[in-house]
């Protein structure tokens, strides 16, 4: 089963992105089974990072949030807001 991770930074928590993005790296590298796609969410400026899209791969709503809760970001607690959805792929090569 599919989710979608919708997952909002705090406000002015670059500094606390990029302190962790090498540990979140890493962690989307050993998980990719199971983090079939993801990516930051970009300011209106098409640069800064204010957030973070997965698409998690999981037999149900549990196993998404402790796949979500190790990430280093999580621990780092950088979010402001964490929204997890069941998602069905539609359209597009599936992942």
Known sequence: MHFVAI?????????????????HLDYLRAHAKTIK??????ADDNETMIGSMLVLDVPDRTAADQVLA????KKAN???K?????WRWVIGTPI
């Open 70 to 73: 190790e990430d280093p970001y």
């Open 37 to 42: 796609t993801c990516g930051p969410l970009l």
């Open 7 to 23: 997952c909002l930074d705090k406000p002015n928590s670059l500094d606390l992105r990029l302190a962790n993005r090498a540990a």
């Open 78 to 80: 950088l979010f402001s």
């Open 82 to 86: 964490v929204e997890v959805r069941p």
